[in-house]
């Protein structure tokens, strides 16, 4: 069964850290991009970051970048976003999704192959 688990979303403080992961099984990343989208209530799926299979060519949206930190371990078959000095506005049900080998520009939801099923993160006092 091909598959993708998030994990590592919760509750926390503006300013704390996060580091979800998005894990493959059924399937080998090797030769995906993968890609991280999140929705908030009301409003639309957005891409947040992205890394590509080969050459981990990396994307961050505008407001992410400088806070978040994608990578990915190919021998663990799992992508990570790191998210430090986390906002209020960063809340919101996190996704991770594949792509064949690279990402696409703008990172679409339509290029999607496969998709996990959401980590919920809340930034909150």
């Known amino acids: 069964q091909v598959q993708l688990v998030e994990s590592g979303g919760g509750l926390v403080q503006p300013g704390g850290s996060l580091r979800l992961s998005c894990a493959a099984s059924g399937f080998t990343l090797d030769y995906y991009a993968v890609a991280w989208f999140r929705q908030a209530p009301g409003k639309e799926r957005e891409g947040v970051s992205c890394?590509?299979?080969?050459?981990?060519?990396?994307y961050y949206a505008d407001s992410v970048k400088g806070r978040f930190t994608i990578s990915r371990d190919n021998a663990k078959n799992t992508v990570y976003l790191q998210m430090n000095s986390l906002k209020p506005e960063d809340t919101a049900v996190y996704y991770c999704?594949?792509?064949?080998?690279?990402?696409?520009?703008?990172?679409?939801?339509?290029?999607?192959?496969?998709w996990g099923k959401g980590t919920l993160v809340t930034v909150s006092s």
């Open positions: 999704a594949t792509e064949r080998l690279s990402c696409s520009s703008p990172l679409s939801f339509y290029a999607m192959d496969y």
């Open positions: 890394i590509s299979s080969s050459t981990y060519n990396t």
